[in-house]
């Protein structure tokens, strides 16, 4: 960890990515001086010059080289995905360095692999906190939130409503991920199932609209944040992409070939990211519904901008308090760090809107009153 006497370091890995560059210049608007890193030599550079920044470029193969370069920080915020092919290597060079860290990953078994090494952050004194970004920040808020107002609750159902064209690195990731086994928690066990193996009518806060079951990261934070020991994540979609999951099962083994995958991956990147604009209209909806064995429930949801100005301001937010010494040693989750109201922490979020009654007899949202 760095010993300067003077204001914490963060370093953000990937910065030049679309996310990553986004966090990076909200960084700098908060006063962090964060160092600019990554692989890619030339980017790092470039993005240096252009933000008048300090960079460093060093790559991930080595764990000592990955260590040393972390000597003079204090935490480290990961945007470079697939995360699978970044976390391993920066967790291991904060733990011989014992530097905090953060990320933005949705992967279900990052997080997992994260968690596995709870006891290791603990001895070394740091915090390791994964999935800073939507849909985790607003889902494991409200799931903390759920569990307060039902503790006796063993079932919990969570899910987002916000279509968008994604980023090249988050489209990279899908990719990446498409054929991730692990969609449920049963009895606080991942069980596999297949993408889109459900679909469920969820009245997210503007009328009800079908949505399917996904992998997301939530199935863990959710989990290790309420203790409760059933979750699962829908996501709402658009036809054709019920489609293509579905399809999925059937051609996965086309997906799993290296040509195709790099094909996919050579497409994707011809698209950028949303417009300001656009990400400035933008908006989400999060629904949450917990229940017991016996048939008690209780339903809650949020509002929040749009994903990618949460997870900008979410990630940055997280690192602030990380370098504050806010968070305990170990693995954390956003709520169980911060707890259920961190969510309002971040600009624009509204909420929290309870249901007293079923989601199926309510007759109109509390987003619509």
């Not at 990961?78 to 060079?93: D, K």
């Not at 070394?124 to 409200?142: K, N, R």
């Not at 903390?144 to 987002?160: I, K, M, Q, S």
Request: glycine letters at 8%; one cysteine or more.
């Amino acid at each position: 960890m760095s010993t300067n006497s003077g204001q914490p370091t963060l370093l953000i890995y990937g910065s030049y990515g679309f996310v990553g560059d986004l966090v990076a210049r909200e960084a700098i608007d908060r006063g962090l001086d964060p160092i600019l890193a990554g692989r890619d030599r030339e980017r790092v550079r470039k993005q240096i010059d252009e933000l008048e920044q300090r960079g460093r470029r060093f790559s991930l193969e080595d764990p000592v080289t990955v260590a040393t370069a972390l000597e003079d920080v204090d935490c480290v915020l990961n945007c470079a995905g697939p995360f699978s092919n970044t976390a391993e290597a920066l967790v291991e060079g904060c733990l011989r360095s014992e530097t905090d860290y953060v990320d933005i990953t949705g992967e279900i078994p990052v997080i997992e692999s994260i968690h596995d090494r709870d006891a290791e952050a603990t001895e070394a004194g740091i915090t390791l906190l994964p999935a800073a970004a939507l849909s985790t920040i607003p889902m494991d808020c409200l799931a903390a939130h759920l569990a307060d107002r039902l503790p006796e609750a063993t079932h919990l159902a969570l899910g987002v409503d916000s279509f968008r064209v994604p980023s090249i690195g988050t489209l990279r990731t899908v990719i990446e991920g498409a054929d991730t086994e692990n969609a449920v928690r049963r009895d606080g066990d991942l069980e596999s199932a297949p993408t889109g193996w459900k679909t469920r009518e969820i009245d997210f806060g503007r009328g009800e609209r079908p949505a399917v079951t996904m992998p997301m990261g939530d199935i863990s934070t959710a989990h290790y944040t309420t203790g409760i020991p059933n979750v699962e994540m829908y996501a709402v979609m658009p036809q054709p992409a019920r489609t293509a999951l579905r399809l999925h099962r059937y051609l996965s083994p086309v997906f799993e070939s290296k040509p195709v995958r790099w094909t996919l991956k050579q497409l994707v990147g011809v698209r950028e990211g949303p417009s300001e604009r656009a990400r400035e209209r933008g908006s989400a909806y999060v629904w949450g519904e917990a229940r017991t064995e016996d048939g008690e429930r209780v339903v809650s949801r949020l509002r929040t901008p749009d994903p990618y100005v949460v997870t900008v301001d979410g990630a940055v937010t997280v690192a602030e308090r990380v370098l504050a010494g806010d968070a305990d040693a170990g693995f954390q989750t956003p709520a169980g760090a911060f707890g259920a109201d961190f969510v309002f922490e971040l600009e624009g979020v509204e909420g929290f809107f309870d249901e007293e009654t079923p989601a199926e007899t309510s007759p109109v949202s509390p987003l619509l009153q």
